[in-house]
């Protein structure tokens, strides 16, 4: 992917254990690798005029840091917090105090199954949620952002 100085900055976050994609449970998230998924985001950007950056964490702080270190930096947030989703205040405070659109990304419905998922922490502070469209969510993500920064 090549940075072009004047192009938005879209930051890609992905939480605990997304870097198993492939391997983890591929009847739920599918048989692609999550270097599958940021490869799709990044032409999806490309093609956009946007800039892709990409951090996979199982840290909670780490992911916290980056979405702090995006402040003024980046223009929009696309996160996949992974089970962070579902009890991380810590996560939506962070989130809570970064300025731009904001977009939570779930490869599955986390909605339609089991009842502890049903409840998402980000989404009060995301713009926009995308889920249950599998590996294509990456896609319509930047589409998404893209939108919402008024460049499309
Ligand atoms: C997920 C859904 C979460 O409930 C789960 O903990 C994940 C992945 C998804 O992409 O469908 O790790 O965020």
Redesign the pocket.
């Known amino acids: 992917m090549s940075a072009h100085v004047d192009n938005p900055v879209v930051l890609l976050l992905s939480?605990?254990?997304?870097n198993l994609l492939g391997e983890r449970e591929p009847k739920?998230?599918g048989p692609e690798t999550l270097a599958d998924h940021v490869a799709t985001a990044a032409a999806a950007a490309e093609d956009l005029g946007l800039d892709l950056e990409h951090l996979q964490s199982n840290h909670e702080g780490v992911i916290i840091d980056a979405i702090h270190t995006a402040r003024r930096r980046c223009a929009a947030i696309i996160i996949?917090?992974?089970?962070l989703?579902?009890y991380a205040w810590s996560l939506h405070d962070a989130l809570a105090a970064f300025d731009g659109p904001v977009i939570e990304?779930?490869?599955?419905d986390?909605k339609s199954?089991e009842p502890w998922?049903h409840v998402s922490v980000v989404e009060p502070v995301a713009t926009l949620t995308i889920?249950g469209h599998g590996g294509d969510g990456y896609r319509m993500a930047i589409e998404a952002a893209a939108k919402e920064l008024g460049v499309t």
Not at 15 to 18: A, E, I, S, T, V
Not at 80 to 83: L, Q, T, V
């Open positions: 939480g605990p254990n997304l739920i998230y996949n917090p992974g089970a989703t579902h990304l779930h490869l599955s986390p199954r998922r889920a």
